[in-house]
């Protein structure tokens, strides 16, 4: 059955809101208009207002909210628009969700799922096209996700219900539209949500990504195949807690590795990663770890200079290339 | 408080009409020329609310400041930067009025204090508030003019910008656009309190409500809170009750409202209501209609050719304007 | 409105006045042990308030739900942790009620449903809200306490909470402790509206005031918001007016008010008026008040000795409790 | 002359307040309480309410108008009491004041300094006690300071002033009491805003800190020293652009460096130097650069738990005598 990305997370909520009726949604413009990139549509139909609610415009207000709901039992899935607006929720999410456990001394907990669209590549200029990602994956008592797949899609939210700490689950602004074949049993799609997944195998070099950045990755090992490259690539998935075994079982295999990020590249979360390589794989490295992240500007607008700024197949075939010597 | 209308002279009605006409035409453009994928991103129509921006900032002066919303082609036309810079912006090319960087959303222009351009609901207040207290910090008597839309007051950027402004009698004019929906949220299942002036007022602000369909009525009440402003009596509070006839953005399907409810407020519309009420009284021939309108969108087509014929900026440039070249 | 005297009888008389004693002997204490170094980080005191917290929370059930401040010894007090955990989590210690993590700021009780302890200004009005939905999407009668001081009334946090609360009807009890200032910060320097019923009641949410140095009127004024609330009737808010008597904190200098201001309010002080009016009632002699004191003094001092008889937990379990045990 | 960590960021704001009158101080409590921690105390008496200014509890709020206050031709210091509360202001920060200039191709630009203080070490747990230097750091469009001497506390404020573009600057509430000698001209005090500065000449390794870091890295050199061992220690100073160049000319000698810093270790600042470290002094390296940061667990409030959390001195000198193999 072909089934886009956006189809498979709204199959995975609906499925929750069926299953359990401490599962509700809760976000702007969930409902009536049927989210903002129709993640949510016909749910308000199956459901109800109660359980498929809109918000007025006060991302910090109803973040706590589903945080103070979490806490009273319910089961909430909180939507916040983008990334992009979460700035101002993020109080609420490092001083009340991700702290109330440990502040409580373990007495509380906070099982919330807040999804958010992130990154950029349609042209939305600075304020709509952040990539925050490796700031969640920073806070200590919060789980980070990052469906690249429509399996993923589909299976993440499950897990993160059940995960009895607050997760962030973000969706990629450039996947909504990707479709393919998913089985329709579940078993197509179950998941964990603490190991990373090697995509590609491959000898030459690990090519590391996540989220908006796997395709391209992707797409530039192909390439490198062509040219004799095989490539490794790995799809971080959960970026908190990060599976650095994983990374780094691949590579002691390869000896090289690029980092892809669509976050800018001071700070971002491809310099934990590289950390992480430095701690457990010095020895084992041929090559520094060659980083492919978005420049570092506020994102433009126009079109050439956007693809410019992002992280691009091109380049990742070019850093892989100087790492190997091949320029 | 009575608002009746003001008896304008040809001229300068004729003057209301034509801005609000370059307004839609040059709108409409926009829609054409992103379905043609010239203009893309987010893109945000103003049809229906023309009245609103012409009406209103004709009102402040050279010297005043402007803030806006992601919804500001009307703003930023009325404010004086010019069609052929708004629409080169939009087409995302070098000679835009921000060249190129910030599109559709983001129209800028510092020489005539038009300060953007926001794609944060709310996020245009607190700049507002430190706009006009740098006027009175420096004892200078220009005022700063803020629209945003009435999905924006249910943040907590509206409470604080309100509240700062007020605490402090800063020439701020909140200049709220209700046109009665933020995306697909009506009013009332977003705000306890729908009456958005008992809202204003709640702050010791003072608040005046204008009918946003009608141009002379936007104008009469923006100039009658400016007048109390000028005279030094801090900040003040409009609502523009109004209607935007086309989809949030190019991506809305308009599921959460009816297409009777639509066509009842287009019955309304500023231009046709306006340019009826001109001829009634004998200020207007169709002809002097057509002739403006042809006008105005001879300016958009322009517009459109110099958009189009604009260079990009040279990706070598990508990290310009980042921070300033010289190194502090 | 009126909120006249009502004839309680001796026991529960008493019973408050011991309750306002307790307090103030809990803090008399904390603020001791701070000076000896034994409590450190950030110490709030309640003193000169307790009448609100003694007077308000007998008014919950024991299904509700309490958020707090930093403030927040007298509610988790009052609330019925256990004296002996909350001296213990002051001086951080693993027997403290939140196992000396959160210390003074982070008292909590989860089998009290009471959610803390929240040091960030207006941080807990969304959670009550979130608590409330919970609530009334579990049709569950309970309802939600929430404290915080006339600072946060400031915040962006209030009014998106009191929208959200007043649009769907939540049951959230808004429990403003107006004690006139944010540290240093006068009500009237902060707000430009410094009636903060009035401001509640722009939300739609009906509000009541409370003579915060009177426990009576402030049991009285909660029931009777209460009641309305408990009737279905969403959230309502209540400004209890009150006079810290101490510092801010234990780093304030207090440059910010005169002394001759606070010792007017001290002859207010809630304890001494209550124990004089029930003396002059012929509900309380001096014996009696002197052995309610006794006890209260007694119950501190156990409980100092308990906090430091208490273990710390050993640095082996510093990670616990940041997540789960289990994977998911 | 004696002077404190705290007299000198007052004297510096003093100056600054006395010579521009387009200078304005602004936040919560900075004038009659007296400033929070004391920095700003005397300020008002000396210069007005106007310009020493008393906000409410509205960091969103007045954060932007320093924002639209610089926009409008004043010189603002915004005074977020803490980087905790900064959380609520981050939206007007990075959408807004790191923005402008780029998405107005140019032709704005946010002269506005943001002072705030960060930090953990006095037992105020977990939601005042963060250091997300490191997230600010991230953010194109920003110039982010941390001093952590007597001088740059001194010296810092006039140079971020002349700055063009906002400047974050970062107080560590460990050093307000800090006292030293600083000699009365300004010669003793003026600073550039780009450069990191060794503060300690060593061979055997390098050791790098910023704000309240430095200390402790430079208590633990003088430990290693007793054993013989020679640590460099450089000071970063400016956390956004980072001075790579200083960097790498360091650890090029030592061949081996550690990373001291106070955010929780995972997506911390310290990462992002390590990737620097291993892109441009990879093959210079003699064993990978080690990490000393906070433990990963919200700030607890007992002591022995939170000097437990925190990078201490003893750590610094273990994982100096890891990396040369002397454990
Ligand atoms: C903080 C924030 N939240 C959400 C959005 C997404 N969004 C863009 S426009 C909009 C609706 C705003 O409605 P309103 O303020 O009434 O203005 P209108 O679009 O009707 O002119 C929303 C929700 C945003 N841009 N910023
Ligand atoms: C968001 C935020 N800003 C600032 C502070 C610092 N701070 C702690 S308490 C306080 C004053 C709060 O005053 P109020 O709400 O009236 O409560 P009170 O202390 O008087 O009980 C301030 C400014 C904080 N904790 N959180
Ligand atoms: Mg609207
Ligand atoms: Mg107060």
């Known amino acids: 059955m072909k089934i886009s990305y956006r189809e498979a997370l709204r199959e995975a909520l609906r499925d929750a809101l069926a299953s359990d009726p401490r599962v509700f949604l809760m976000g702007e413009d969930v409902g009536r208009y049927g989210g903002s990139y129709a993640v949510s549509k016909g749910l308000l139909e199956a459901f109800g207002p109660e359980r498929v609610r809109d918000t007025p415009l006060s991302e910090l207000g109803f973040v706590g909210a589903g945080v103070g709901a979490a806490l009273g039992g319910m089961r909430p899935i909180v939507e916040v628009m983008t990334v992009n607006f979460s700035l101002l929720a993020m109080d609420q999410i490092v001083n009340g969700a991700a702290a109330l456990r440990h502040m409580s001394g373990g007495q509380l907990h906070v099982p919330l799922v807040i999804r958010m669209a992130t990154g950029a590549g349609r042209q939305l200029a600075a304020q709509h096209s952040h990539s925050f990602e490796g700031w969640y994956a920073h806070v200590p008592g919060l789980r980070v996700l990052a469906p690249a797949t429509i399996a993923d899609a589909r299976g993440m939210l499950e897990p993160a219900l059940a995960c009895p700490d607050p997760v962030i689950l973000f969706e990629h602004v450039r996947l909504y539209n990707l479709e393919g074949e998913l089985g329709d049993d579940p078993s197509a799609w179950r998941c964990d949500i603490r190991s990373a997944a090697m995509r590609r195998a491959g000898d030459a070099v690990t090519i590391i990504a996540y989220g908006g950045g796997l395709l391209r990755a992707l797409e530039a090992a192909d390439q490198l195949a062509g040219e004799g490259i095989e490539a490794e690539v790995i799809d971080l998935r959960v970026l908190r807690p990060l599976d650095t075994p994983t990374l780094l079982g691949s590579v002691r295999k390869t000896h090289r590795a690029v980092v892809v990020d669509e976050g800018w590249k001071s700070g971002s979360l491809s310099a934990e990663i590289v950390a992480r390589l430095m701690e457990g794989a010095f020895y084992d490295l041929d090559a520094p770890v060659g980083r492919v992240c978005s420049e570092e500007v506020p994102m433009p607008y126009a079109l050439p200079l956007e693809e410019a700024a992002l992280p691009q197949p091109g380049k990742i075939v070019a850093a892989v290339r100087t790492l190997l010597g091949k320029t | ?328």
């Open chain 2, 1 to 328: 408080m009575s608002l009746g209308p003001v008896p304008y002279d040809k001229t300068s009605s004729q003057a209301l009409l034509a801005d609000m006409l370059r307004i839609r035409r040059l709108e409409e453009a926009a829609a054409e020329w992103y379905g043609a994928g010239k203009i893309r991103g987010y893109l945000h129509l103003y049809i229906g609310e023309e009245a609103v921006a012409a009406g209103a900032m004709p009102c402040f002066h050279e010297g005043d400041d402007v803030v806006a919303t992601y919804r500001e082609h009307g703003h930023a036309l009325m404010r004086g930067v010019p069609m052929n810079a708004i629409m080169a912006e939009m087409f995302g090319k070098a000679l835009g009025c921000s060249r190129g960087r910030g599109g559709s959303m983001h129209l800028f222009d510092a020489g005539r204090r038009f300060f953007g351009g926001n794609a944060i609901v709310g996020g245009g207040l607190p700049l507002a508030v430190g706009l006009a207290l740098a006027a009175q910090l420096q004892h200078e008597a220009r005022v700063v003019a803020c629209f945003f839309g009435e999905g924006a007051v249910a943040e907590g950027a509206f409470h604080e910008s309100m509240n700062l402004a007020a605490l402090w009698k800063l020439p701020v004019l909140f200049c709220c656009e209700n046109n009665l929906y933020a995306m697909g949220t009506a009013l009332a299942r977003s705000e306890s309190q729908t009456d958005l002036c008992v809202k204003a007022e709640s702050y010791q602000v003072p608040a005046l409500r204008a009918d946003g369909m009608d141009v002379v009525s936007v104008r009469e009440t923006t100039q009658q809170a400016l007048a109390r402003m000028r005279a030094g009596g801090g900040p003040a509070f409009v609502e523009y009750r109004t209607y935007r006839f086309r989809a949030h953005s190019m991506f809305d399907p308009e599921l959460y409202r009816d297409r009777k409810e639509v066509e009842a407020w287009k019955e309304r519309g500023p231009i046709h209501t306006f340019s009826a009420r001109l001829k009634a009284e004998g200020k207007l021939t169709e002809e002097e209609f057509l002739a403006l309108d042809a006008r105005a969108m001879a300016e958009v087509a322009a517009a459109v050719a110099f958009a189009d014929a604009a260079p990009f900026e040279p990706v070598s440039e990508l990290g310009r304007d980042v921070v300033a070249q010289e190194e502090p």
